[in-house]
């Protein structure tokens, strides 16, 4: 969970919004050699991304791994918990918003504001609109260039550079190929 609430030049508050995917399960044809087995499978995860299974893959069973408190799961013995249940969670598909899953209970007030101030940052999120667009010149450098501005950013934020550093950073990214970068991706967009 990251909260984190930073004013642009326009005074105004944004945060970098994350294309909407994390991972990745695929089904190679060695391991489901029919049609109906991959169906069944299909089937299953369909199953993961219903409230119940969602509620049953993140909270295990009701009344033994957690009880419902105010709408919300709260875990009952946390030992138990972590050793059952927690191991399974990175398969969960969607979230509440999506799988209607419990959202956590939280009786110790700066958690459940943590969550609180969480959530809030749909309200300022920034959409990266080349999410979906191809530069071939990206994913050559795509290394380099991602590292010029991971780096300045970094240095910039801990006070190793100033603006004028930050922007000097900015057209090392341009010639360094970002230049080509944005050319690739406004004929794409343009499109």
């Known amino acids: ?5 930073l004013r642009g030049a326009n ?5 970098r919004a994350i294309p909407g995917y994390g991972s990745l399960i695929m089904f190679p044809k060695s391991a489901i050699t029919s049609e109906e087995e991959l169906k069944e499978v299909l089937k299953f ?9 969602a509620n049953l893959l993140i909270w295990g069973q009701e009344g033994e791994h957690y009880e419902v408190v105010d709408g919300r799961a709260d875990v009952i013995d946390q030992d138990k918990f972590d050793v059952e249940i927690k191991p399974y969670t990175a398969f969960e598909i969607g979230e509440p918003m999506t799988n209607g899953r419990y ?9 459940a504001k943590a969550t609180e101030l969480y959530k ?3 309200n300022y999120v920034v959409n990266d609109l080349s999410v979906g667009l191809d530069s071939e010149t990206y994913i050559k450098n795509a290394g380099t260039l991602d590292q010029i501005i991971e780096d300045a950013t970094y240095q910039y934020i ?8 930050f922007d000097a950073a900015i057209e090392k990214w341009k010639e360094a190929g970002g230049e080509e970068v944005i050319k690739e991706y406004n004929e794409q967009w343009s499109k």
């Not at 969970?1 to 609430?5: A, F, L, N």
């Not at 956590?104 to 007030?109: H, K, T």
């Not at 801990?158 to 550093?165: F, H, I």
Request: aromatic letters at 18%.
């Open 45 to 53: 995860f369909d199953y993961l991304m219903t409230k119940e299974g």
């Open 158 to 165: 801990q006070g190793q550079t100033d603006e004028a550093g």
């Open 120 to 122: 809030d940052n749909d």
């Open 1 to 5: 969970m990251y909260i984190i609430i």
């Open 11 to 15: 005074g105004e508050f944004g945060l």
């Open 103 to 111: 959202e956590s209970y939280y009786d110790y007030e700066p958690a």
